[in-house]
């Protein structure tokens, strides 16, 4: 984690708070992808493999998803296709994948109707974060988001599943690199 500020609406001071590196990570990479401007195949701001997944999370490690799993909310075609054709990584530090056997509920499923008003049916639970946000797509754009039970409102995290991933992965590359030079994680 690192120290921020932000402003508060009713004083001109700033307070400092607490922002997960991974955010911070996950920010700057969308960022970069999306000023770059680049086409891709899929749609999405990385072409990413299943191989390359599994040969960085291992076998068994990413799961891809049928259309059977998908619920009727998820129709953003780029977000389906990187789904099951790509996959997801299974509990790659910080998203742990903790679906109670339901495969891709909406916010609406995971909480019951009354989480978020309306916006909970057509936002898609891909996992929950350490500090307890959910990691949720939305359905039909695909921009990834977070939202946290405590709170009414949702936090862009990264432009697409393909960041999200590709974030997942360098975390997981630096805390190899880390502990080979041992480096103690803080």
Request: hydrophobic share 40%.
């Amino acid at each position: 984690m690192h120290e921020a500020t932000t402003d508060t609406a009713d004083t001109a001071t700033r307070t400092p708070v607490r922002v997960p590196l991974f955010w911070t990570s996950a920010a700057v990479i969308g960022c970069l992808l999306v000023s770059a401007g680049r086409r891709t195949v899929s749609g999405l701001a990385l072409d990413l493999s299943y191989r390359a997944l599994t040969g960085e999370f291992g076998r068994g490690r990413v799961a891809r998803y049928e259309d059977i799993d998908f619920p009727p909310a998820l129709t953003h075609e780029p977000t389906r296709r990187f789904l099951s054709e790509t996959g997801l990584p299974d509990d790659a530090f910080p998203l742990a994948a903790d679906d109670d056997g339901i495969p891709l509920p909406t916010l609406a499923e995971h909480y019951g109707d009354g989480a978020l008003g309306e916006a909970a049916g057509h936002l898609v639970r891909l996992g929950r974060l350490p500090d307890g946000s959910d990691v949720v797509v939305d359905g039909a754009t695909g921009t990834v988001l977070t939202w946290h039970p405590c709170e009414t409102r949702l936090r862009p995290l990264t432009p697409d599943v393909s960041t999200l991933v590709f974030t997942l992965w360098l975390l997981r590359r630096a805390a190899a690199m880390e502990t080979v030079v041992g480096i103690e994680p803080t």
